[in-house]
């Protein structure tokens, strides 16, 4: 099975920066990709971002390009996205998630960690 957990939300002023983490325990012998979401009050879920398991390919939604980037170490423990230059806009619950190598959904999440950006 697969457990996310994020950490690293917090409250900050429109132009700071933010790291989120998300620490990923994998107890089944399969390959993932990895994947940050957000969701603001009112808004439906959007794809922020995403990193390949192996080799560390990225994709990133419009919205953040040039100012986010995500991360994670060799072993895909660990999974952070920084936020540099933050926006009100970007202000959502950001979720971990992963999928399965082959699938089209993203089938795991984490609980969520608040981002509130001050205008």
């Known amino acids: 099975q697969v457990q996310l957990v994020e950490s690293g939300g917090g409250s900050v002023q429109a132009g700071d920066s933010l790291r989120v983490s998300c620490e990923v325990s994998i107890r089944i012998n399969s390959i993932f990709d990895m994947g940050w979401f957000r969701q603001a009050p009112g808004k439906e879920r959007e794809f922020v971002a995403s990193?390949?398991?192996?080799?560390?390919?990225?994709e990133y939604s419009e919205s953040v390009k040039g100012r986010f980037t995500i991360s994670g170490d060799d072993d895909r423990t660990t999974i952070n996205l920084q936020m540099n230059s933050l926006k009100p806009e970007d202000t959502a619950v950001y979720y971990c998630?992963?999928?399965?190598?082959?699938?089209?959904?993203?089938?795991?999440w984490g609980q969520g960690t608040q981002v509130t950006v001050s205008s």
């Open positions: 990193i390949s398991w192996i080799g560390g390919g990225t």
């Open positions: 998630a992963a999928r399965k190598l082959g699938r089209d959904e993203f089938d795991y």
